[in-house]
């Protein structure tokens, strides 16, 4: 059976009027079985009980109980085996297994007592109908037990097959809310660190602007004509203060400092005028890529900038990655409304075709969206990713710097 009809076949399971469906044929079969061999008034009333009861087997599971035992009352008040009865039989003794009603051990105990009973009701109507039965202590009067102990062997291999069935859904399910936490707690430790990285970025904006106030600061003193003593010190407090900042800053990012990330700080912090570079080298890399620049360039915070590249960065990395070949357009718009709107879209496979992608885009557990996300919400923007219109991927990001 191929997967896509195993999915069908268990999906028409699991649906709610499937009992209903079920147990209705049974019914209409075990009618019909009725009309066709006439039984007593006890085989009729436990051919049709068990029957009619599996219609509520899934939402009162112990209506089973009661399945089961119509169904032997009904073979032990006749000595015909009604298929329906067979077949109700099953599903009750399945049913029991499956939800676990009782112990499978005590359920198959009492299924083994009641296939007792009515072999012996059945002995007994031989003897009536002056079959040739041996009596219980002559040689080959065990084979007289023979039906009870078939009726057993199929009761406890219903049963033993509804646990089985049950003890794999529960290891199934255990199994799907562990990888869920595991994936859960994976993205969150890379938001984490996105953070850290983060902030280990911004240490250097923040640093040189900081550094620049206190050499500033320093230099007025020394180049201000006229300056009153009040003044000198005042330009020296803000000196001091900036040091003490800069001073305070190193600690902060001794903190956040890994030794991956002890080298990553010499460089200087790329900006939107270095997005040209960034595309020729996704280009020299067999990658196919076109930047497209609309509206009026403007000095943006080196947050925004910053961010902005940054984003543009791991969304090609992601188009390499998972549609290597595909033409990537990146788009870069300085919107007159103050927001600059970033898009990066490719032309490669549906966002579902790609591993790694993380919950926007599957079932991976990629983290690239998620620091893009944290990348985005630094600046207060926001970005969404997933299918493009025209197919493919898209990363759009609005990054309003009107209040930077």
Request: a neutral charge.
């Amino acid at each position: 059976m191929s997967t896509s009809l195993q999915r069908r076949f268990r999906a028409w399971i699991a649906a709610p009027a499937y009992p209903w469906a079920t147990g209705g044929v049974l019914t209409v079969g075990a009618v019909t079985e009725l009309i066709v061999i006439p039984g007593s008034v006890t085989t009729t009333v436990g051919v049709l009980v068990s029957a009619a009861s599996l219609m509520w087997r899934r939402s009162f599971p112990p209506v089973a109980v009661l399945t089961v035992a119509a169904g032997l009352l009904g073979f032990a008040g006749d000595v015909n085996l009604y298929l329906s009865i067979m077949a109700s039989g099953l599903v009750g003794c399945y049913s029991l297994g499956r939800h676990r009603v009782l112990h499978p051990a005590m359920t198959v105990a009492g299924g083994a007592l009641g296939a007792l009973c009515v072999n012996l009701v059945h002995i007994n109507t031989w003897s009536r109908m002056e079959l040739p039965v041996p009596a219980l202590w002559q040689k080959g009067s065990l084979s007289l037990f023979a039906e009870s102990f078939l009726l057993t062997v199929v009761i406890f291999g219903a049963v033993m097959m509804g646990d089985a069935v049950r003890s794999r859904e529960e290891t199934r399910t255990e199994r799907h809310l562990a990888q869920a936490q595991l994936i859960a707690m994976e993205r969150q430790q890379a938001a984490e660190a996105e953070r850290a990285a983060i902030a280990r970025e911004l240490h250097d904006i923040v640093s040189h602007s900081v550094s620049m106030i206190a050499v500033q600061a320093e230099s007025a003193t020394y180049t201000t004509p006229g300056l009153t003593p009040e003044g000198r010190e005042g330009f020296q407090q803000i000196a001091a203060t900036a040091r003490s900042s800069m001073a305070e800053l190193r600690r902060l990012l001794g903190v956040l400092r890994t030794s991956q990330a002890d080298t990553a700080l010499t460089a200087p912090q790329p900006t939107l005028g270095h997005l040209a570079e960034l595309v020729e080298q996704h280009r020299a890399v067999g990658g196919v890529a076109e930047l497209k620049v609309t509206g009026e360039r403007v000095a943006l915070p080196a947050a925004w900038e910053l961010s902005a590249y940054r984003i543009t960065q791991e969304a090609l990395t992601n188009a390499r990655k998972h549609a290597p070949g595909a033409r990537t357009v990146v788009e870069l718009d300085y919107g007159a409304d103050r927001l600059l709107t970033l898009r990066i879209r490719d032309d490669g496979p549906a966002p579902g075709a790609r591993p790694d992608m993380g919950s926007d885009t599957g079932t991976g557990a990629g983290h690239g969206l998620t620091g893009m996300r944290e990348r985005a919400a630094l600046v207060g923007g926001r970005l969404s990713a997933g299918a493009g219109p025209d197919g493919g991927f898209l990363v759009e990001a609005e990054l309003p710097w009107g209040t930077g």
